[in-house]
C-alpha cells in the first residue's frame, strides 16, 4: 500500500505540468501581477464559476456515495456573492465531466486540485486585496477562505488518501482523476 507521503507525490509529480500551465494561462496569471485589473479578477472568477458549476454538482453526488461526512466548502456560493457584489453576471451554462466522478480515488484526486488550490488562494487574497483592495471591497469571499479552513481540509485530503489509496490502480485512478480536473479549468480559462 503507498504512504501519504508516495500518494501526495505522484500526485504533485503527476499533474505538476497541468498545473504550471494552468496558473500560466492569462486570465489566471494576471492575478498576479502588479498591474492586475478589477476586470482580470472578474475574468477569473467568470471562468472559475463555470468550472464549479460543472464540477460542484458531481462532487455533490460522489460525496453521497463516498465520503458522506466530508465537509466540503462549496465555492459556487462564494463566486456568485463575489460577483453580485461586482454588479457583474456570469454564464450559467456548464458542461458535463467527461465520466464523473465514479470512484473514492476519483473524488480524492478531484480534492486533492481542489482543496490544494484554495491554499494558493491565500497568496492570492493578499496579493488581491494589496494591490485592488478598495475596487474588490466585499468581493473576495472565494479568495478569503480562511488559511486555517483551507490549511483543515488539505490535511484531511492527505490523511484520506493514505487511508483510501491502497492499490496501483487506485493511484492511477487518482492522478487521472486530478489530471481531468486541472483539464477542465483549463479549457474553461481558454473559453
Not at 58 to 74: D, G, I, M, S, V
Not at 123 to 132: F, G, V, Y
Not at 171 to 182: G, N
Amino acid at each position: 500500500m503507498p504512504s501519504r507521503l508516495e500518494v501526495a507525490k505522484v500526485l504533485c509529480m503527476r499533474t505538476q505540468d497541468l498545473h504550471q500551465m494552468l496558473e500560466a494561462q492569462s486570465v489566471f496569471a494576471r492575478l498576479m501581477t502588479d498591474d492586475v485589473s478589477r476586470e482580470d479578477y472578474v475574468s477569473a472568477l467568470k471562468v472559475l464559476r463555470l468550472c464549479y458549476a460543472t464540477i460542484e454538482p458531481e462532487l455533490t453526488r460522489a460525496f453521497q456515495y463516498f465520503l458522506p461526512n466530508y465537509a466540503y466548502l462549496k465555492r459556487l456560493p462564494l463566486l456568485d456573492h463575489d460577483l453580485a457584489v461586482l454588479r457583474e453576471h456570469a454564464a450559467c451554462a456548464n458542461f458535463a465531466m467527461s465520466a464523473g466522478i465514479q470512484s473514492l480515488p476519483q473524488l480524492l484526486g478531484t480534492l486533492y486540485v481542489i482543496e490544494g488550490s484554495t491554499l494558493g488562494g491565500q497568496i492570492l487574497m493578499r496579493h488581491l486585496t494589496a494591490k485592488l483592495e478598495l475596487e474588490l471591497a466585499g468581493a473576495l469571499s472565494f479568495y478569503g477562505i480562511s488559511g486555517e479552513l483551507a490549511a483543515s481540509h488539505w490535511r484531511q485530503i492527505q490523511t484520506l488518501l493514505t487511508e483510501n489509496i491502497r492499490s496501483e490502480a487506485e493511484v492511477e485512478a487518482a492522478v487521472e482523476a486530478a489530471r481531468q480536473t486541472f483539464l477542465m479549468f483549463m479549457n474553461s480559462a481558454k473559453k
